[in-house]
T-cell receptor, first 113, second 115 residues
Framework: GESVGLHLPTLSVQEGDNSIINCAYS??????FIWYKQESGKGPQFIID?????DKRQGQRVTVLLNKTVKHLSLQIAATQPGDSAVYFC????????????FGQGTTLQVKP | DTGVSQNPRHKITKRGQNVTFRCDPI?????LYWYRQTLGQGPEFLTY????????KSRLLSDRFSAERPKGSFSTLEIQRTEQGDSAMYLC?????????????FGPGTRLTVT
């Protein structure tokens, strides 16, 4: 079936360290990927996206890496801050014929002061 | 705040009752999506509209669920004869018909509890 999975349900890091959150996807035809951050009681918030014709994209303190060979996506957060504590989801857009995003189960990032 | 609003934020209902949720998207967005999210899981797609046309529906959208977007602006999601398994967060998102990005902007959600 359709699925976008994450490797670890929880990641705990020290404030100031770098965080890496991983995601494995199953649909090799997916053309676009997004990372969302969700804080308790709120809807998902866009962090960064990447198209399938790219392998790396950088934002402010965040970098997304895409490895299509092994169908793997990662989110790197530099100098992790307490405000980064949240659940992180990767999502894939299957093709131009659909509007939906397919989400993985999420990784909870806990930042220790 | 993304600009997508949902009402109510919380709804508690008894099994068998009907409920209706409303979503107001970002005003210039022509696409509107509904997702359902249960505790510890990622959002699951239910349906989406482009303007007033409902273009895609998930298998999750049983015949007890109906969504409308009559004037291509706000949307409603109705659940008839609610069941305890319907308890979840119902998320609405909106976007522009994509040219370079498929980013969807999510609202805060409506949390439904069926007792």
């Amino acid at each position: 079936g359709e699925s976008v999975g994450l490797h670890l349900p929880t990641l705990s890091v020290q404030e100031g360290d770098n965080s890496i959150i991983n995601c494995a996807y199953s649909n090799s035809a997916s053309d676009y990927f997004i990372w969302y951050k969700q804080e308790s009681g709120k809807g998902p918030q866009f962090i960064i996206d990447i198209r399938s014709n790219m392998d790396k994209r950088q934002g402010q303190r965040v970098t997304v890496l895409l490895n299509k060979t092994v169908k793997h996506l990662s989110l790197q957060i530099a100098a992790t801050q307490p405000g980064d504590s949240a659940v992180y989801f990767c999502a894939e857009h299957g093709s131009s014929n659909t509007g939906k995003l397919i989400f993985g189960q999420g990784t909870t990032l806990q930042v220790k002061p | 705040d993304t600009g997508v609003s949902q009402n109510p934020r919380h709804k508690i209902t008894k099994r068998g009752q009907n409920v209706t949720f409303r979503c107001d998207p970002i005003s210039e967005h022509n696409r509107l999506y509904w997702y359902r999210q249960t505790l510890g899981q990622g959002p699951e797609f239910l349906t989406y509209f482009q303007n007033e046309a409902q273009l895609e529906k998930s298998r999750l959208l049983s015949d007890r669920f109906s969504a409308e977007r009559p004037k291509g602006s706000f949307s409603t999601l109705e659940i008839q004869r609610t069941e305890q398994g319907d308890s979840a967060m119902y998320l609405c998102a909106s976007s522009l018909k994509p040219w370079s990005s498929y980013e969807q902007y999510f609202g805060p959600g409506t949390r439904l509890t069926v007792t």
